[in-house]
């Protein structure tokens, strides 16, 4: 059982940057996929970001793709989505989350067997 908690969410102005970190316990995290999910006010949940357990692949939302950064630390077991140039459509619960898939590229379509409990971003002036 993987236990995950984000942290560093926040109120940021537009163009700002965000950093989110997520901490996994329990089970092997370094083994497993990791990702970011948000779920906008009044909006189904989306998929940010992924990266495969050994980090050599990284996958993103078209959203997400040149502004955010996705990244881990297997030592630590950490993973972090650096956030810049925030726009108030990046408004969200995020979400991290692990999957037991092996493959190179992680998408949203990827069975997550475990998530955290979510952490606050809010874009505006």
């Known amino acids: 059982q993987v236990h995950l908690v984000e942290s560093g969410g926040g109120l940021v102005q537009p163009g700002g940057s965000l950093r989110l970190s997520c901490a996994a316990s329990?089970?092997?995290?370094?083994?497993?996929?990791m990702a970011w999910f948000r779920r906008p006010p009044g909006k189904e949940r989306e998929f940010v970001a992924s990266?495969?357990?050994?980090?050599?692949?990284?996958h993103y939302s078209d959203s997400a793709k040149g502004r955010f950064t996705i990244s881990r630390d297997n030592a630590k077991n950490t993973v972090d989505l650096q956030m810049n140039s925030l726009k108030p459509e990046d408004t969200g619960i995020y979400y991290c989350?692990?999957?037991?898939?092996?493959?190179?590229?992680?998408?949203?379509?990827?069975?997550?067997?475990?998530w955290g409990q979510g952490t606050q971003v809010t874009v505006s002036s």
């Open positions: 329990g089970g092997t995290g370094s083994s497993y996929g």
């Open positions: 990266i495969r357990w050994n980090a050599h692949y990284t």
């Open positions: 989350a692990a999957t037991e898939y092996p493959g190179a590229i992680i998408t949203a379509t990827v069975p997550f067997h475990y």
